[in-house]
């Protein structure tokens, strides 16, 4: 009985392995197929490639069209006779027809004789017949035309000017008649920025420092004398408001009591240090003192809550990447900090509460 189990058990092993072997041969060909596959691909690519790299360098035969020149002399002289004639027949067109000239008197037509006209300065002969089309500008005179600068808004060449007509354009339609230099320059108002976004505070401006508050003082040619008294006035009066160091800003002391961080768990989040370099343990240890002799941190020996700080480039007060901003980097404690679930107001909201103000 002992052996039969022993044969059976023995069968199913030796089944599970050929069952194994399969799956791992059945394995390898997909994956020597896939290989096989990627490998005809980069070569298509790469031969589609060649062939467009050769495509791009063969020179390609240019087709005969009508604007290619002749290759003949007879083909040329053929082309010189055709341009000559097209000279000819432009300067015939330029010529026009003569001048109308008034009929002398007495002249009698084929319908009778007709009443002589006598004709005064400035009126022009009446006549029945549909009067005579001036001829167009040839392709000559709208070229020189064009060369000397007369040419007449709406694209349509015309002679020179008269010494009665004017020089300045048409204007279009919907536009008043007025002489560029008649309109007087709008004054430009002064910009804080140029175009490329830096700051320029506008031509005559100059910068101050007061001497009581340590304000600096743009002056420029364009204020109110009396609007910036008024405004040095206020802002001495509310002095009080403005911290000119960490420790004139303090803490906060109201009746709300310290504020708590109510977190998942109660397990220490605490960091090792990094390492820093001699400058940046510099930076460091007069932050710190900053921010120790205005009562905003407490030196500690041993605390369950340590992190690790951060010092990126910061620009100083004449805008240069000389100073450092002392960071802490709280990833940990943000993400064990249990999330505030209310709604704040949204701006309507508050536009709607503070309307009647």
Request: aromatic share 6%; net charge positive; glycine share 8%.
């Amino acid at each position: 009985m002992r052996r039969r189990r022993t044969a059976s058990r023995r069968r199913r092993r030796k089944a599970h392995r050929r069952a194994l072997h399969a799956q791992e041969q059945a394995l390898r060909r997909e994956e020597e197929w896939r290989l096989e596959q990627e490998r005809l691909c980069r070569q298509l690519r790469r031969q589609a490639l060649c062939a467009k790299r050769h495509q791009r360098f063969v020179p390609q035969p240019v087709p005969r069209t009508w604007g290619a020149p002749p290759r003949s002399w007879s083909g040329r002289l053929l082309l010189l006779a055709v341009l000559l004639l097209s000279l000819c027949a432009t300067h015939v067109h330029a010529g026009g027809s003569p001048p109308f000239q008034p009929p002398a008197e007495g002249f009698q037509g084929h319908r009778g004789a007709r009443p002589a006209i006598n004709l005064e300065p400035g009126r022009s002969v009446p006549s029945k017949s549909p009067t005579r089309r001036p001829p167009s500008p040839s392709l000559l005179d709208h070229t020189a035309r064009v060369l000397a600068g007369h040419w007449a808004p709406g694209g349509v060449a015309s002679g020179p000017p008269t010494s009665g007509a004017s020089t300045n354009p048409v204007p279009s339609a919907g536009h008043p008649r007025v002489a560029p230099g008649s309109l007087a320059p709008e004054p430009s108002r002064p910009s804080m920025t140029t175009p490329e976004g830096n700051r320029y505070p506008g031509t005559g401006t100059t910068f101050v420092q007061d001497d009581k508050g340590g304000y600096l003082w743009c002056e420029r040619p364009d204020m109110d004398p009396a609007l910036k008294d008024k405004f040095k006035q206020m802002l001495a009066k509310h002095d009080a408001v403005f911290a000119r160091s960490l420790k004139d800003l303090g803490c906060y002391s109201g009746a709300m009591g310290p504020a708590t961080i109510d977190l998942v768990h109660d397990r220490p989040i605490w960091q090792p240090q990094r390492h820093h370099s001699p400058l940046e343990l510099k930076i460091q240890e007069e932050k710190c003192a900053e921010l120790r002799d205005a009562g905003i941190i407490v030196p500690s020996a041993s605390t369950k809550y340590a992190m690790n700080v951060t010092m990126p480039a910061k620009k100083d007060a004449n805008g240069q990447w000389t100073d450092r901003r002392y960071c802490c980097d709280a990833r940990p404690l943000n993400a064990a900090t249990k999330p505030n679930r209310y709604a704040p107001p949204t701006p309507e909201q508050l536009f709607q509460r503070i309307g009647d103000a």
